[in-house]
């Protein structure tokens, strides 16, 4: 069992993301493997499809590719929390 906080189950891979102090973890239960996505960042939310994260970074919400790959900020701070894709039009 993975020890961290703010757990994400994917919705297409046997695989979870979480906080492990200030790191980004993606866990793989498949292989066993794990990789530390973002440094500096909690509250991981995977994103519709499992191909993206959410995340919190210094009071906005960030989001990064599974490899922590072109992170960027989509809200403006500085007290953003708990993100959330919300649902996408079209799905039940």
Do not use: K
């Not at 191909?51 to 919190?56: D, E, G, M, P, S």
């Not at 490899?67 to 039940?92: F, M």
């Amino acid at each position: 069992m993975t020890s961290g906080a703010d757990p994400s189950c994917s919705d297409r891979y046997f695989a979870v993301v979480f906080s492990r102090g200030n790191d980004i973890v993606y866990r793989d239960y498949a292989s066993g493997t794990e990789h530390v996505v973002i440094s500096d960042g909690s509250e991981p939310v995977f994103g519709p499809g499992s191909t993206q994260i959410a995340f919190v970074r210094a009071g906005q919400i960030w989001v990064c590719d599974l490899n922590g790959n072109g992170a960027h900020a989509v809200t403006p701070g500085p007290g953003d929390r708990q993100p959330n894709w919300g649902r996408i039009p079209g799905e039940n």
